[in-house]
Nanobody, 125 residues
């Protein structure tokens, strides 16, 4: 399974960006898909996750109400719509996929088997 994140860029505070994650290879529509981010000098942290059916979604408290995760299993795509961006959202954003099937959005990085290269999001004040 290969994952590739795209859609990052430079945006002013209050603006929006939409990240995309393309999956290829032996993907499974049952995998939980997650978005994580790593800011300069900080550890990677959970942002959002969505179950295979899209029926269960979870967000970090810091992005709840501003970010929306979604997926299109036919296109093998996962999206992260980011609105009302803040300078503290500046980070490299990566998508990840589990190999096991879960029915809840997974926040623990250790449960994700596949990781894509990230895309940089920079929010200016």
């Amino acid at each position: 399974v290969q994952l590739q994140a795209s859609g990052g860029g430079l945006v002013q505070a209050g603006g929006s960006l939409r990240l995309s994650c393309t999956a290829s290879g032996r993907t499974s529509s049952n995998s939980v898909m997650g978005w994580f981010r790593q800011a300069p000098g900080k550890e990677r942290e959970f942002v959002a996750a969505i179950t295979g059916s899209g029926g269960s979604i979870g967000y970090a408290d810091s992005v709840k109400g501003r970010f929306t995760i979604s997926r299109d299993n036919v296109k093998k795509m996962v999206y992260l719509q980011m609105d009302s961006l803040k300078p503290e959202d500046t980070a490299v954003y990566s998508c990840a996929a589990t190999s096991a099937v879960y029915y809840l959005p997974i926040r623990e990085q250790s449960r994700y088997r596949y990781w894509g290269q990230g895309t940089l999001v920079t929010v200016s004040s």
